[in-house]
């Protein structure tokens, strides 16, 4: 076998088999192909795409070309949960405790963040002295006890996806449906977690730019999950604007909390229990959605959720007097409020433009070697559909020095206020499985 | 500008302006860019194209990657004629001399076989002591006394084009017509010729498949062309069966000097009457194709074209008594025919299937490092059209040692033979300008 004969075939249209795929991955994996010869490949695969079997072939290609991750030791069902990615996106850090509190059993591996969307691990690690880092057997042993891990992938989960992804980067292959899912779908097959949950975003914060799109890589992701005997599920939900109000490291964690208590906004609180009540169902915890959303919305009021965050954090060398006292994170040194220049409804709030603004304040990185300050970020006064009187908040702003004229100016073009009235927009548009 | 940026630009079918084809030349050239995002670029580039803009550009920053020649030091037009390969074509060892012989100036720099083409410097080379290197002072010099020289193309010619055509050759992103305009184009405007003739073949034994694709090529770098104001136009010709009859280096040789005596096969004759003539007129030294048709057919039977062909072999260190005396090449060890097993009329001559055989014997290469037995080939006695009787020879096979049983069988399945008759291919099909 050949890899440009390979090519060729993609560039016609042609349909690998199961061996051309492995021929592929394990090539590239070892060494054996080289970048240039990929790269080709990732372009010409763009254009004619994948069909449902080559994509699955792929996925699980790129799942078996690094370590499985077997979580047999832990008893019952482990749910999964992941999202494609946004802005102000702290879902993992409430569902993952409402869920677990509810009986299901949550062992995950996350990522850390990149360019305008944030990461898990970048969150978490704003609570002093958390350790996202688990010998397996650890971390087993943690979900067994608590019913809740979250830690960061090893550096030998799919190999074959870090080398792809780093590829797709530098060479304008990202934006491509089945190799997206691929990409997510072996790290979330790998990581051994019997039921899968994607939030699959769209907007202009996200990597979907439509509707339309999320749900071809929502249906995309579940095809793979049906071909791997895995129940897999997704909600589509809207990144238009970001998701609650908090964007930037520690602000996040203290917006968790504050959901955690029955306190937070009502879009983030949405979002997890609706994710949560289907994750329950997947678990085959709770009969129906609606059984499962009651007993999600009880453990978020009752503190019982609130309660396992203390308990992962404890288990994970964090101070837990930061959960328990939310004043014990350390301030931005300058705070100052952007306020609106116009009176009328917010139509539009660019989450994306939001994000790139808190990543340039130094919560977030460009590229993956960067530290970032966990201190630092935005909070939103208003969002889409709310009436702002001219002189008053947009958001706050937690800087690490003076904040320039020009950011001030990029913040303020992420607004655009109209006279007319503007409704909310629907966050879950759907659910499918 | 960064090139992951120009993928995607192209990705989403934009168009470049001069400074970043410049961009990705340059850098690509002196290494700043690596393989793999030009290899993506390039296969992008077969799937969205290059307008005509865009692919002039492209050869123009192609053509200055490396030295120009200047050929203004010799008098006159500067003609230069390009074949896009295939089996069989000695075109060149026919049409500089007989050219040369009617006042035009042929300074040509010509290329190696590889595949089932052959190349004019291997042919060449089958004359001993014939030197495909000179120096430009030499190359020059021997032009101006007798108007015509062959030789090799040296390293600084196009170097981005010897760096892109490797890279496309193990990257499927061969087959593409921009990029095939701009390779040929680049190199022949960098050769310093004032008048370009492309001879675009199509058919089983070209890279064009079919005359329609043959003639989109030729278009495309008559446009380029004409943008750097050359005289450029072109031959679509035939190559659905080799072109006169023998193949192989030698052998091509001694069928270029019978035609040179008037005693060439007929399709040989005319391509390069044909051809031969509108480079005349090209040259401004005919007024139209019909007398300069007529002088070249003179030349061509008065011995005054071969007597220029012994000049430019002497020229160039060649051994003149092989012209003189074709007996003098070294015959093949082992000298067999091809026998037909079936009585009928010849409908098709797969020219690649010839010219595979041709390469397998050992008078062609694989890998551009392989060397090559001059003597080995086929001689063609049925061509399509022709009417053969069962037993009668098809082919005169000429090789180093014992002819398989399987490259027997390779070469008649090469033949297909019918009962009704079969009208002969037209080999010329137009010239465009």
Redesign the interface.
């Known amino acids: 076998m050949r890899?440009?004969?390979l090519?060729?075939l993609k560039?016609n249209n042609g349909e690998f088999n199961k061996e051309q795929i492995q021929f592929i991955i394990d090539g590239y994996v070892n060494e054996k192909i080289?970048?240039?010869?990929?790269?080709?490949?990732?372009?010409?695969i763009?254009?004619n795409g994948l069909t449902a079997k080559e994509t699955a072939l792929l996925t699980q290609a790129m799942e078996y070309s690094g370590d499985i991750i077997d979580l047999s030791m832990i008893e019952g069902v482990k749910v999964d949960k992941h999202s494609t990615g946004g802005v102000g996106d702290k879902t993992s850090l409430v569902l993952g405790p409402i869920v677990a509190a509810c009986g299901g059993k949550v062992a995950k591996m996350s990522g850390r963040g990149l360019g305008h969307t944030g990461g898990t691990l970048d969150k978490l690690e704003s609570i002093p002295g958390f350790n996202i880092y688990k010998e397996k057997d650890e971390f087993i042993k943690q979900v067994n006890e608590i019913g809740l891990a979250i830690i960061g992938q090893t550096a030998s989960l799919v190999p074959a996806d870090k080398k792809l992804y780093a590829?797709r980067?530098?060479?304008?292959?990202v934006s491509c449906i089945p190799l997206i899912a691929s990409s997510i779908m072996s790290k979330k097959l790998a990581s051994g977690a019997d039921t899968i949950l994607l939030d699959v975003k769209y907007g202009k914060g996200a990597f979907m730019q439509t509707k339309e799109d999320a749900k071809v890589l929502a249906k995309t992701m579940i095809e793979i999950g049906k071909h791997c005997g895995k129940d897999t599920r997704a909600t589509i939900s809207n990144m238009n604007q970001p998701l609650g109000n908090a964007i930037g490291n520690s602000l996040e964690v203290i917006e968790a909390i504050h959901t955690l208590k029955g306190k937070g906004p009502k879009d983030l609180e949405e979002l997890c229990l609706k994710a949560g009540s289907t994750m329950l169902v997947q678990a085959k915890l709770y009969e129906n959605e609606d059984s499962a959303y009651k007993a999600l919305k009880e453990v978020m009021y009752n503190g019982q959720g609130l309660k396992k965050l203390k308990e992962m954090v404890k288990a994970q060398g964090g101070n837990v007097s930061y959960i328990e006292n939310i004043d014990n994170f350390e301030k931005a040194n300058v705070m100052i409020d952007l306020t609106s220049k116009q009176t009328g409804y917010i139509k539009t709030l660019e989450a994306k433009a939001l994000g790139v603004v808190a990543m340039k304040l130094g919560g977030g990185r460009m590229t993956k070697d960067e530290d970032i300050d966990h201190r630092v970020g935005l909070v939103l006064n208003k969002k889409i559909g709310d009436y702002v009187v001219s002189g008053e908040p947009l958001l706050k702003i937690y800087a690490r020095d003076k904040v320039s004229d020009e950011l001030l100016e990029e913040l303020y073009h992420a607004y655009e206020i109209v006279d007319e009235k503007v409704d909310r927009p629907v966050l879950i548009e759907e659910i499918l499985k």
């Open positions: 890899m440009v004969d090519i060729e560039k080289p970048d240039y010869q990929v790269s080709a490949l990732l372009m010409a763009c254009f590829l980067d530098v060479t304008a292959t």
